[in-house]
């Protein structure tokens, strides 16, 4: 399984950003997805995962401002970011996680400044 994850970018506080993850390989739909960060200096965080029966979770950080999504027939893993803060600036990653096996993608860097 390999993840591809792209989309990041430069915004003002206050705009918006999709990313995107780009699956290849079997069984996509038996794995639960995730976007995390990693701001510089800090650790890797949790940002939202989705199930393969679609139940969403998010850090407290982003509930109600990014949304998690999956087209299982594209392979597609989606981050939409909306009114984005300064403190959102990361770099994100991608994975898929089922059991005790994680497949990991590079990350796409966002930065939110003004």
């Known amino acids: 399984v390999q993840l591809q994850a792209f989309g990041g970018g430069s915004v003002q506080p206050g705009g918006s950003l999709r990313l995107s993850c780009a699956v290849s390989g079997p069984y996509f739909s038996l794995y639960t997805a995730r976007w995390h960060r990693q701001a510089p200096g800090n650790q890797r965080d949790l940002v939202a995962s989705?199930?393969?029966?679609?139940?969403?979770n998010y850090a407290d950080s982003v509930k109600g401002r990014f949304t998690i999504s999956r087209d299982i027939v594209k392979k597609m893993v989606y981050l939409q970011m909306n009114s984005l803060k300064p403190e959102d600036t990361a770099v994100y990653y991608c994975?898929?996680?089922?059991?005790?096996?994680?497949?990991w993608g590079q990350g796409t860097e966002v930065t939110v400044s003004s």
């Open positions: 994975s898929l996680v089922k059991s005790s096996v994680t497949f």
């Open positions: 989705i199930t393969n029966d679609a139940v969403t």
